[in-house]
């Protein structure tokens, strides 16, 4: 059964700084890997897809990478900002579209 | 304005009553899902649904029950056999087929036992 993992599981960094968020999972046989944004009692938004047989993905700030072989994705994301407080969760998708959650990484990123 | 919309937002309810809680969208989406998120936690499937008039159990079904009868709506019904039902319930959808395979989140209700 896969299980995703993330740490860590909260991080406050001062404005300006690049940092990087970690998730790995056990079992490599996933469909693609994303990462989603929640802010405080709302619904999530989707940041990056990266399908099972790419490398990374870019929007903007963020870059996330996929390595399936070690199990791992990181989400980096340059020059933070007080607008990027919120917490990331990354999900596995299975070949039958389900989705599998980590806990997340509760980011606060100090003016 | 397409989107999921999810209501209510907040929800009381008390011990050994069944609620009901609605999800729906205008995204001509096949696919919906219903999630469980307790405090601190990530997101767990409760069911979900392929298509019109058929669903499956996801990881926790037990005390939950769903209906499919029209596309755009997915009820969620929390009864009283749910043990710990206090918790943030998010519904998503997904366009089968579609070339990112991402689902879509609603703006989630807050379900609160007395």
Redesign the interface.
């Known amino acids: 059964k896969q299980e995703v993992t993330q740490i860590p599981a909260a991080l406050s960094v001062p404005e300006g700084e690049n940092l990087v968020l970690n998730c790995s999972f056990t079992d490599s046989a996933i469909y693609n890997l994303q990462w989603f944004r929640q802010d405080p009692g709302k619904g999530l938004t989707s940041l990056l897809l990266i399908q099972s047989s790419q490398r990374e993905q870019t929007s903007g700030r963020l870059n996330a990478s996929l390595d399936k072989s070690s199990g791992r994705s990181t989400l980096y994301i340059a020059a933070s900002q007080p607008g990027d407080s919120a917490t990331y969760l990354c999900a596995t998708m299975d070949s039958s579209y389900k989705l599998i959650f980590g806990s997340g990484t509760r980011l606060l990123v100090r003016p | 304005d397409g989107g999921?919309t999810q209501s209510p937002k907040y929800l009381f309810r008390k011990e050994g009553q069944n609620v009901t809680l609605s999800c729906e969208q205008n995204l001509n989406h096949d696919?919906m899902?219903w999630y469980r998120q307790d405090p601190?936690?990530?997101?767990?499937?409760i069911y979900?649904s392929?298509i019109v008039n058929d669903f499956q159990k996801?990881d926790i079904a037990e005390g939950y029950s769903v209906s499919r009868e029209k596309k755009e709506s997915f009820p969620l019904t929390v009864t009283s056999a749910q043990k710990n039902p206090t918790a943030?319930y998010?519904c998503?959808s997904?366009q089968?087929g579609g070339k990112?395979?991402?689902?879509?989140?609603?703006?989630?209700t807050?379900l609160t036992v007395l």
């Open positions: 999921i696919a899902y601190g936690q990530g997101l767990r499937l979900y392929q996801g943030f998010l998503a997904r089968a990112t395979d991402t689902q879509y989140f609603g703006p989630g807050r």
